[in-house]
């Protein structure tokens, strides 16, 4: 097999050093970059998806100059707004369109068609995609980190080694992400990867590694140590000198630890509608990982008490908050009464250490719900304020069958050489990625552990409540069907190998244990090397199911060997279908503004701007995001029609209106991201991602929106009150990344 030129490879890295030298901005780099406007004609452009992301220019040979044609990447078909394998990488539908080839008979007599190839950039995967022609043609999934699209002239539809003549050639805009060799030249650092620490796993079954403390610190920022050290990824000397952020340290302290009772497991909660529930925020100590600590928690629970309610009923809960910090307990998905949904100085005030808060809690909806703090996140959240709510739908067969049920909660946790690393006192730290934690927990534990019959069906509900972090679940070894998300289920259930959850979000899904022995939990996701621009499958096992040699009884294998049609969704949504093709009627762009960076900070983002994956799944730029504060990053919900942003933006609604919502990540800014944007109070179908329609809905209330993608919503506006959207990693919105929008008269 020939090796091919690679066109246009060295682009992306000469237009990066340009821009490095003359320090253009982080939107003028993004645009440097950009190759051919692709797509441009009803392609992924048009429905909202940045260009340069999501589509590739097709470069013809010389002797075809007045041949045009793109590639748009859409999403391949999933539960999720995004598709990925389960090992991470990312699931593409390619959709090419060809204008102004000629009859292949005219490039050699042994001609007679035209065949789509994809490889990897070294050319050591190469594997047919199909039959090409002018117009429009949709090719089989693509699952490469990084690829080429070629077509080439061939004497058969039929062959499956390439062996004919190359016409069209482009590559994957994930290809951009070079080694950035040049950037330490620029900075006259040197050294290579000098700064980067290898020195392995931390405690437990994390990928990260502890790093020492750094001395000589002073002013506000004094006392912090280094973030713990992704284990294998290159870090600039440069960068690993940053200042720490200037605000103080902190982790909770007490006199006597030792007096802090030490944390408890999880307690069920069976409420019945008019019972009253006492839940305080209490100090708890933690054995973790070999280490002592405090934290917070529920009850003395990490996680809280889960909850567990009938549909249509109503509870109380009076909180009292005993600990350091002021506090509320946000109903997480709940459409509540207004003044019990938690959001200090929009629904209420906060709760003062040693005070008190009485809330009155209505379930209109099945599903599965969480409850949290709504002040300092960053801080009370990782500390583990945290629980779920159950809600049972009233008919009995809304799920199809299960042998057991299990509510699984996932976080990470940042743990450093002494216990956790400290978080910021006077303001959120990690202001530009979110806070990834280094390992990881489960119901509060470090290791999740169950034990199964063969053939048991089990119904898990899973919730993940980390700051930033977006998990790709799997059970190798176990069959998985996806039956709801965060409002109940889906209009039909649907078999995946992964289930990816953003912060905030829930899902339901059943799996099946047909064969005895261990089954693990993997997170498994691909992170990236920005030095090197590479990608790096990371594998974190969560916890182990053992199945034990004995059939389960009753056996639910036809039930669950069909994909059943979930009639109590299609009707509720069904109400809405008439409004599906409307006009939008609100748009809210997704944005940030950087404020004056580090020197380093400011050329390494600009030389990353060159290509934004669509998750982040890994923090690897560890020291530059801790170091970002409200200071140094703002991110931003605009209204494109008024320019207002965060708390400025003033939206009205009816209780009863229908409302059409484009959510759209910009992708031109200095550090593009995915982002989990929570609606409160409402509920909300997700229509279309990158203009295609979503073909399986489910009501939702957390959405992850891609890095340059556009989302059509439809909100259903049914609960009276002045609600809040924002994003869901902490620190985003705790540095800014927040409005309310009034909904007026009665429910």
Same mark, same amino acid.
């Given at each position: ?54 589509? /590739? ?34 699931? @593409? ?27 990897? $950039? ?93 001395? !000589? ?49 999880? =307690? ?95 379930? $209109? ?17 990782? %500390? ?48 530009? /990625? ?26 898990? @509900? ?26 109940? !289920?889906? =209009? ?23 064969? $005895?022995?261990?089954?693990? %939990? ?75 960076? $580090? ?21 690897? /730029? ?126």
């Amino acid at each position: 097999m020939h090796r091919l030129p690679a066109a246009g490879s060295t682009a992306a890295p000469i237009a990066s050093a340009m821009a490095l030298v003359l320090g253009l901005t982080g939107a003028a780099l993004s645009a440097s970059l950009l190759p051919p406007a692709p797509c441009d004609d009803g392609g992924a452009a048009d429905a909202g998806a940045a260009a340069d992301l999501y589509c /590739m220019v097709l470069v013809p040979t010389p002797d075809l100059r007045t041949v045009e044609a793109d590639v748009a990447l859409r999403w391949a078909p999933s539960p999720f707004v995004l598709a990925v394998t389960a090992d991470g990488r990312p699931r @593409y539908t390619p959709v090419v369109r060809i204008d102004g080839l000629p009859d292949p008979a005219t490039l050699g007599a042994e001609y007679r068609t035209y065949v789509a190839w994809v490889a990897s $950039p070294t050319m050591s995967i190469m594997e047919r995609l199909g039959e090409v022609g002018n117009g429009e043609t949709t090719l089989p999934v693509v699952d490469l980190d990084k690829f080429m699209i070629l077509v080439s002239a061939e004497p058969s539809a039929d062959i499956t080694e390439r062996t004919g003549r190359l016409v069209l050639r482009g590559f994957s805009p994930s290809t951009r992400r070079e080694p950035g060799d040049v950037m330490e030249f620029a900075l006259g650092s040197g050294g290579g990867a000098a700064g980067a620490d290898t020195a392995g796993h931390a405690p437990g079954h994390g990928h990260g590694a502890p790093h020492g403390d750094r001395a !000589g610190h002073s002013g506000a920022g004094a006392g912090w140590p280094l973030p713990p050290m992704p284990a294998g990824v290159a870090m600039l000397p440069a960068e690993m000198a940053l200042d720490p952020p200037p605000v103080s340290p902190y982790l909770p302290e007490g006199d006597d630890p030792s007096s802090i009772p030490l944390v408890q497991p999880r =307690e069920l909660a069976r409420l019945r509608d008019g019972d009253t529930l006492a839940l305080e925020a209490r100090y708890v100590r933690q054995k973790r990982w070999g280490r002592e600590f405090i934290g917070y928690g529920f009850n003395g629970q990490v996680p809280g008490p889960l909850i567990h309610v009938e549909r249509d009923t109503e509870i109380v809960v009076r909180f009292t908050n005993s600990i350091d910090w002021p506090a509320t307990i946000h109903w997480h998905g709940i459409r509540v009464e207004n003044r019990f949904d938690g959001v200090p100085h929009v629904t209420q005030e906060l709760v003062a250490p040693g005070d008190s808060f009485t809330y009155r809690i209505r379930f $209109p909806d099945e599903g599965i719900y969480w409850y949290h703090p709504h002040h300092r996140e960053d801080v009370l959240k990782e %500390l583990g304020l945290y629980g779920n709510l159950l809600v049972e739908h009233p008919e009995p067969d809304y799920w199809s069958p299960a042998n057991r049920e299990e509510v699984v909660v996932l976080d990470d946790f940042l743990l450093g050489d002494e216990g956790p690393f400290p978080l910021g006192l006077e303001g959120a730290t990690h202001g530009w /990625m979110g806070r990834f934690g280094n390992v990881f927990l489960v119901n509060g534990e470090p290791e999740y552990r169950l034990d199964v019959d063969r053939g048991e069906v089990v119904r898990f @509900y899973f919730t993940n409540v980390s700051n930033t972090r977006t998990f790709n679940i799997s059970l190798p070894g176990a069959r998985l069907k996806v039956i709801g998300s965060d409002i109940g !289920g889906f =209009e039909r259930e649907a078999w995946v190998e992964s289930v990816v959850i953003a912060p905030a979000e829930r899902y339901v899904v059943h799996a099946r244990f047909d064969e $005895p022995g261990a089954v693990r %939990l993997l997170n498994r996701v691909r992170a990236v090397d920005h030095l090197f621009g590479t990608y790096l499958p990371q594998t974190d096992t969560l916890g182990t199911v053992t199945v034990r040699d004995r059939a389960t009884r009753p056996d639910h294998a036809g039930s669950f060997g069909e994909l059943r049609e979930n009639r109590y969704v299609r009707e509720d949504i069904g109400r809405l279908r008439h409004h599906f093709d409307r006009a939008v009627d609100r748009e809210l762009v997704l944005s940030m503004e950087p404020g004056e960076l $580090p020197f380093v900070v400011d050329r390494l983002m600009r030389l990353d701007s060159a290509y934004f994956d669509p998750v982040e799944w890994s923090g690897t /730029m560890p020291v530059m995001n801790w170091a970002g504060t409200a200071e140094q990053v703002r991110w931003i919900l605009r209204d494109p029609a008024t320019g207002r942003e965060n708390m400025d933006v003033d939206w009205r609604f009816r209780v009863g209106d229908v409302v059409k919502l484009r959510l759209r990540n910009d992708r031109h800014v200095l550090h593009g991201m995915h982002h989990p944007m929570h609606i409160h109070g409402q509920r909300f179908l997700v229509l279309a991602v990158n203009g295609v329609p979503t073909q399986n809905l489910v009501w939702k209330d957390t959405i992850l929106l891609p890095t340059g993608s556009t989302a059509d919503l439809v909100l259903e506006v049914s609960n009276p009150g002045t609600w809040m959207i924002h994003c869901h990693i902490s620190e985003h919105l705790e540095t800014g990344m927040h409005m309310t929008f009034t909904a007026d008269g009665d429910a």
